[in-house]
């Protein structure tokens, strides 16, 4: 059975650069990088207000959807970073969402 594609390429229009890192660090303890790649995505901004003792400070906060499974070698996706719009932000989530029958439909990266 064919499954719908949640998130259609036809949407998927913002020009990103993914790169995700496996749970292994290199022989200098920096992050293993499993995946790098320039890519395209539905990209969805938000922000909110964080106050603070001394000020309030804007936290930026984003989206990037992509169709399908843009790094099947990892298993689960829990670090790294995108460049978007010239900014660079850190991958607090990942979620592959999944078909009935395993196949991964969408991709999803919370940044902050």
Do not use: H
């Not at 303890?29 to 804007?58: H, M, Y």
């Not at 790094?71 to 991958?91: K, M, Q």
């Not at 592959?96 to 196949?103: E, F, L, Q, Y």
């Amino acid at each position: 059975m064919k499954y719908p594609n949640l998130v259609r390429p036809c949407f998927c229009c913002t020009p990103i650069v993914v790169v995700l890192y496996s749970e292994g660090l290199t022989e200098d303890g920096a992050p293993e990088i499993a995946f790098e790649g320039f890519l395209s995505c539905n990209w969805q901004d938000s922000g909110k207000t964080v106050l603070t003792a001394e000020q309030k400070r804007v936290q930026a906060e984003g989206v990037a959807l992509f169709n399908g499974d843009i790094c099947p070698d990892l298993a689960v996706i829990s670090g790294g970073y995108v460049e978007v719009f010239g900014a660079r932000r850190t991958v607090v989530k990942g979620r592959k969402a999944r078909n009935p029958d395993g196949t991964v439909n969408y991709t999803e990266l919370d940044v902050m």
